[in-house]
C-alpha cells in the first residue's frame, strides 16, 4: 500500500489524496502511478467514502511523468508505462465516486492527464496547465490525447498538443478544460466545500449518475437515454431512495446508508 509519495486521509465521506514528491514537482513514476491505482481501488470499495480529491504538496499539482526515470526506456517499458498510467487513469475515471481533482500549481504533462480523469477540476488562480510532451519528442501517454479532446473539442486539443504551451487557470477555465479558478488560499477550502455538498448526497444516485454519464457520453442520445432508464429504475430498488423521498416529504436531511 501507499508510502511516502502519497498522503492519505479520510474524514465526514471525504477522501484526500495528496501527491507528495514536491522535490521534483510530484512527477508520476511508476511506484507513484501504482501507488494511486491501490489508493483508488482501496477507497472505492469502502463505503465510508463519498467522494475522492486530489491534489498536490507543494508547488504543483503534478510536473508530469518523472523524465529522470523515463529517459533509458526501451520502446517495451515505454509501453508498459503507459499500459499502467492507462490503467490507473482508468480506475480514477470508473471510481463510483466522484473525484475531485484540485490544481494547486503546475498540472503538465501527466499531471493533467490524471486531473483530465478526474470528474471535476477546480484550479487556483496560479495554476498552470499544458501537456508538453511534444518538447520532449513524445505525446501523451495517459489518455492525454483522447480525455482532452473530448473535454475542449479537437482543435483545442490539437492547439495545446501541438504547441505545448502551458496556459493560466483563467484560460483553461474560458475553454472548459476547468470547472472553476479560486485564489491559492481559497482552492482547497472550497474544494471540501464542494466534496462535503455532494457526500451528502445518496452514493447510490451518485455511482449511478457517474455511471450511466461516462457510459452513456460516446453513444447515441436514444441509446444513452436507454442507460439512463434503467440506471433510473434501479434507484427504486434501493433504501436510499425510500429515506430521500421519506426525508423530502418530511421536511428534513435525509440519511443515506448506501443500500
Not at 493533467?112 to 498552470?128: G, P, R, V
Not at 464542494?194 to 449511478?208: D, H, T
Amino acid at each position: 500500500m501507499p508510502g511516502n509519495n502519497l498522503i492519505l486521509k479520510s474524514e465526514g465521506g471525504i477522501a484526500l489524496i495528496t501527491l507528495n514528491r514536491p522535490h521534483v514537482l510530484n512527477a508520476l513514476n511508476r511506484e507513484v502511478m501504482s501507488e494511486l491505482y491501490e489508493t483508488f481501488v482501496k477507497f472505492g470499495r469502502d463505503d465510508k467514502v463519498r467522494v475522492i480529491v486530489i491534489t498536490g504538496n507543494g508547488k504543483a499539482f503534478a510536473a508530469g511523468a518523472d523524465i529522470a526515470e523515463m529517459k533509458d526506456y526501451t520502446p517495451q517499458e515505454a509501453r508498459e508505462f503507459a499500459q499502467l498510467g492507462h490503467k490507473t487513469m482508468d480506475t480514477v475515471q470508473n471510481t463510483g465516486k466522484p473525484v475531485i481533482a484540485a490544481i494547486n500549481g503546475y498540472a503538465l504533462g501527466g499531471g493533467l492527464e490524471l486531473a483530465l480523469a478526474c470528474d471535476i477540476i477546480l484550479a487556483s488562480a496560479n495554476a498552470l496547465l499544458g501537456v508538453p510532451e511534444v518538447n520532449l519528442g513524445t505525446i501523451q501517454g495517459f489518455g492525454g490525447t483522447q480525455r482532452l479532446t473530448r473535454l475542449v473539442g479537437k482543435n483545442f486539443a490539437k492547439e495545446l498538443i501541438f504547441t505545448a504551451d502551458a496556459i493560466p487557470a483563467g484560460k483553461a477555465h474560458e475553454m472548459g478544460l476547468v470547472n472553476r479558478v479560486y485564489p491559492p488560499a481559497d482552492l482547497l477550502p472550497e474544494t471540501e466545500k464542494m466534496a462535503q455538498k455532494i457526500a451528502e448526497k445518496g452514493p447510490v444516485a451518485l455511482r449511478l449518475a457517474k455511471k450511466v454519464i461516462e457510459n452513456g457520453y460516446d453513444k447515441k442520445l436514444p441509446d444513452g437515454c436507454k442507460l439512463e432508464i434503467e440506471a433510473f429504475a434501479e434507484c427504486f430498488t434501493t433504501s436510499d431512495l425510500k429515506e430521500g423521498m421519506k426525508a423530502f416529504l418530511e421536511k428534513r436531511k435525509p440519511v443515506f446508508t448506501n443500500r
